[in-house]
Nanobody, 127 residues
Framework: QVQLVESGGGLVQPGGSLRLSCAAS????????MGWYRQAPGKQRELVAV???????????NYADSVKGRFTISRDNAKNTVYLQMNSLKREDTAVYYC?????????????????WGQGTQVTVSS
C-alpha cells in the first residue's frame, strides 16, 4: 500500500503565506505525478497544481488559473515529497487541500499505476 501524509495547513491572514507538504511512503516503484487539489464548502474538488515526473529527471507543472503567480509546486525526489508554496493568500483560497499521487507499484501482473489521496489539510485565510 501507499500512504500520503500532508502537513502545513493552518490559519493565515490575507496576503500571508503557507507551505504545504505531502510525503508518499510505502510500496512505490516510481511516481508519475503528484498534485494538490482543494475543496471549499459547498463546492466541488478542484485542481490547484500538479507536477509530473518526466523521464531523465525532468518534470512539468500545471496550475489553476486562480493560483498562477501566487502558488508554486515543487518536489523532492529523494523524499517522495511534494510541496505547495502558497503566497499572497486570499480569502477564496480557504479550503481543505488534498494531496494526490499517481504511483506505479509492482504487482503479480507487473507494473501498474494507482491513484492515491491524502487525508486533507485545512487552509483558512481570514483576518
Amino acid at each position: 500500500q501507499v500512504q500520503l501524509v500532508e502537513s502545513g495547513g493552518g490559519l493565515v491572514q490575507p496576503g500571508g503565506s503557507l507551505r504545504l507538504s505531502c510525503a508518499a511512503s510505502g510500496s512505490i516503484f516510481s511516481i508519475n505525478a503528484m498534485g494538490w487539489y482543494r475543496q471549499a464548502p459547498g463546492k466541488q474538488r478542484e485542481l490547484v497544481a500538479v507536477i509530473s515526473y518526466g523521464s531523465g529527471g525532468g518534470s512539468s507543472t500545471n496550475y489553476a488559473d486562480s493560483v498562477k503567480g501566487r502558488f508554486t509546486i515543487s518536489r523532492d525526489n529523494a523524499k517522495n515529497t511534494v510541496y505547495l508554496q502558497m503566497n499572497s493568500l486570499k480569502r477564496e483560497d480557504t479550503a481543505v487541500y488534498y494531496c494526490n499521487a499517481d504511483v506505479v507499484r509492482r504487482g503479480p501482473g507487473g507494473l501498474r499505476a494507482y491513484d492515491y489521496w491524502g487525508q486533507g489539510t485545512q487552509v483558512t485565510v481570514s483576518s
